[in-house]
């Protein structure tokens, strides 16, 4: 049974931190590329950022030079280091992970954690 559970969610003021963390299990997980999406209400769900399965990382545009996704592949889980927050930066932050088998694209999704940005 795959499950990937994200934690680190909160309430935090404009320019304050967070650190979200993904924990995977029954997976491969050094066979994932994994990321973290965000779904803001009335809105679709975006990439935020990803990890490849040697370390090479994307970033949208928004979150650049703030935001760092790191994998740690001893524990099967990802992170992601949120800096400088801003009220744009409230949303569900869903962890994915995807691969390729057989020509068939795999993807597991966690269930959400809530960030909110608010003074």
């Known amino acids: 049974q795959v499950q990937l559970v994200e934690s680190g969610g909160a309430l935090v003021q404009p320019g304050g931190s967070l650190r979200l963390s993904c924990a995977a299990s029954g997976i491969t997980f050094t066979s994932y590329t994994m990321g973290w999406y965000r779904q803001a209400p009335g809105k679709q769900r975006e990439l935020v950022a990803m990890?490849?399965?040697?370390?090479?990382?994307e970033y949208v545009d928004s979150v650049k030079g703030r935001f760092t996704i790191s994998r740690d592949n001893a524990k099967s889980t990802i992170y992601l280091q949120m800096n400088s927050l801003m009220s744009e930066d409230t949303a569900v932050y869903y962890c994915n992970a995807h691969t390729v088998v057989r020509f068939q694209s795999i993807n597991y999704w966690g269930q959400g954690t809530q960030v909110t940005v608010s003074s």
């Open positions: 990890i490849g399965i040697g370390g090479t990382t």
